[in-house]
């Protein structure tokens, strides 16, 4: 009785409002709320969620300032500047009504925040509660945002052109083109941004949606420069049942059209919510995909209008077009064999939870560590570099989905699988991780 007591603690999470970070914190709050902690949700009325999805959590609009806007590569670092300007005060203000009105078996334990959204933890040492940090890429990410201050130090940062294709030292298998830095205009906003990220300042922890059986040496690097606890927890959306958390609606007439398709046939083609193709490379892949004879699955969050009527005719039935799929179930379907994806973190981990190799085509961001990851490290993607023509894309799909290379990925990829899945077993790293944030949550 004493346990269950203690247990009717509340955390409280603040999420960064972009569909590739509030998927991992919403299935956070499911895990919690499974362990039996009450759940609120801190949400920026930007993008802010259909809160009849999620009954089970309490929910507090923070008022951001920032309007309707399309996030891309070019507003990130504003953007999220905003966001931990203009809703620090409302935090504090909704959570000290909230912490009032508390009794001593439904108090607020502690606050998780996404590392972007760093003014939450000023408000957790204001309120005199504990913070963790939710890290919703890789560690391989991390690490290499930690390796920036010796970069500077040795000249390499700014990066010059001439030396874009050699290995970073220490960060070896990335190439000074795969750093997140290389892509953004304004090199002193990133950085400083990336130093307010990555500055832990009073937090207890870090949590992260990934896998000690996959980033066991980050990870322990990590922590030798941080000296937190860190609890990798991933895949969090194999620990709770399926929930949506799509901002946009999920077309689901692509289920019935995989279920007659052949085990392991369909090439599925997403580029997360943010990277898109331009109509040129639209229609190269549209091409490419059609030459290729495969089935295919194709996301077009944009606009499908630019593709040429000779290739839907080509194709017919071959092919399915949606602007928004359920991508998690796709990527379970046994008719699904191979994923073109752009590696946004959320997209890596869920490919490889079920098995199915990728080509990998980062754009920006984390997208092209993690490319170079699933590429020469986990040994379960074709990397793409080249500019869209038809011909590559056709070979590229070949070489995935029917060729002897692309049976030993897939082999590789299923081994992967395995292993994932052992560590969510009782006593696997994330079954224990996951234990062992409980029992630090309750310590609070
Ligand atoms: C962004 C960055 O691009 C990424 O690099 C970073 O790691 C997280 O933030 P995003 O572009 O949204 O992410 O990609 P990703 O991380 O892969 O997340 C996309 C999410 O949308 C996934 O959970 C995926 O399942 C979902 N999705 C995508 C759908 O549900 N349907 C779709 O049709 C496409």
């Known amino acids: 009785m ?5 247990r009717c603690r509340r955390v409280v999470l603040v999420p960064l409002p972009f569909q590739g970070h509030i998927t991992p914190m919403l299935q956070l709050g499911t895990i919690l709320h499974s362990k039996g902690f009450h759940i609120t949700i801190a949400h920026t009325q930007f993008n802010f969620p259909n809160t009849l999805k999620y009954p089970h959590f309490d929910f507090i609009a923070l008022s951001d300032g920032v309007g309707e806007q399309t996030i891309s590569a070019h507003n990130f670092i504003a953007v999220i500047s905003a966001f931990n300007t203009n809703c620090k005060d409302h935090l504090r203000e909704s959570l000290a009504r909230m912490m009032e009105k508390e009794d001593q078996h439904n108090k607020t334990a502690c606050i998780i925040y ?14 005199r509660i504990s913070s963790i940090i939710l890290s919703t890429s890789s560690a391989a990410k991390m690490l290499s945002y930690l390796a920036i201050p010796r970069l500077q130090n040795e000249g390499h940062i700014p990066l010059q052109d001439s030396k874009m294709l050699e290995l970073v030292p220490g960060l070896e298998p990335l190439r000074f083109k795969d750093l997140t830095i290389s892509y953004f205009r304004k090199l002193d906003d990133l950085l400083q941004l990336i130093a307010n990220a990555l500055d832990p300042r009073s937090s207890s922890s870090i949590i992260w949606n990934t896998m000690d059986c996959l980033e066991h040496s980050t990870l322990a690097k990590i922590q030798q420069e941080h000296q937190l606890p860190l609890f990798p927890l991933g895949p969090l959306h194999k620990m709770v049942p399926a929930i949506s958390s799509s901002l946009l609606k999920e077309d689901q007439r692509c289920i019935p059209w995989l279920d007659k398709q052949s085990h392991s046939s369909v ?7 943010a990277a898109s193709m331009d109509n040129k490379d639209l229609v190269e892949m549209a091409w490419g995909l059609a030459n290729s004879e495969q089935p295919f699955l194709w996301v077009i969050r944009t606009d ?17 077009i949606v602007r928004w799929a359920p991508q998690k179930e796709v990527l379970a379907h046994t008719a699904v064999g191979g994923f073109w994806s752009h590696c946004g973190w959320n997209s890596t981990i869920e490919s490889i939870s079920e098995g199915v190799p990728l080509i990998c085509q980062p754009y920006y961001g984390d997208q092209r560590v993690n490319a170079r990851y699933l590429t020469q490290v986990w040994g379960v993607g074709l990397e793409w570099e080249n500019d869209m023509n038809r011909g590559d894309i056709e070979g590229a799909i070949r070489r995935l989905m029917v060729g ?11 081994d992967l699988k395995d292993t994932i899945k052992s560590s969510m077993n009782q006593g696997g790293s994330s079954y224990n991780s996951l234990n062992e944030l409980v029992d630090l949550i309750l310590s609070f």
């Open 304 to 320: 499908s209008r630019a593709l040429p009527e000779a290739f839907q005719e080509a194709v017919g039935d071959r092919g399915c």
């Open 267 to 273: 090439i599925y083609i997403s580029l997360g919510s």
């Open 404 to 414: 002897k290379e692309g049976e030993l990925i897939r082999q590789r990829a299923k």
């Open 2 to 6: 004493e346990h269950q007591q203690e």
């Open 114 to 127: 996404d590392e972007y959204m760093y003014f939450a933890e000023e408000v957790a040492k204001q309120l």
